[in-house]
């Protein structure tokens, strides 16, 4: 599988991401306003509750959008063995003799797909890791977690 087939993959997680969240919003959406919610008395707060879920569901699929769109405009370029890593990466690293796989991407932190047998996991500038194999190269290790570069793509 090539990178730019892990970014379509990844792109087809997040447009199916987004298909649930919408239905969930609706069902949210009509629980808010629907007759079960209906108030019952001054204490009765099930319509606010289901509103407030409702705003955080539409926060979060604003944001799923924007990393779907971002992604489908992402052309990660490739790297040679001797490169340093950054942005666009699929990097392969040994973990206590375990091989995993991590791409580097703007957006999308979190997404996990089966990459030749192991899970790859998305990772993106906010995160530790991210910052820690930015700059490694082939041969290299992190300190935390203990990651030995093995791959770089």
Known sequence: MTKSEVISQLKLKLDEQIAVMKSALADSAESASGDETKSEGKYDTRAVEASYLAQAQDAQLDLTEKAASTFS???????????????GALVEVDED????????????????MNYLGCELTVITPDSRLYQELVGKKLGEETESPPLLVTGLE
Do not use: K, V, Y
């Open 73 to 87: 405009r992402f052309e990660a370029e490739d790297f040679e063995l001797d490169d340093e890593i950054a942005i």
């Open 97 to 112: 003799g375990e091989i995993r796989f991590f791409f580097l991407a703007p957006t999308g932190g979190g997404l996990t």
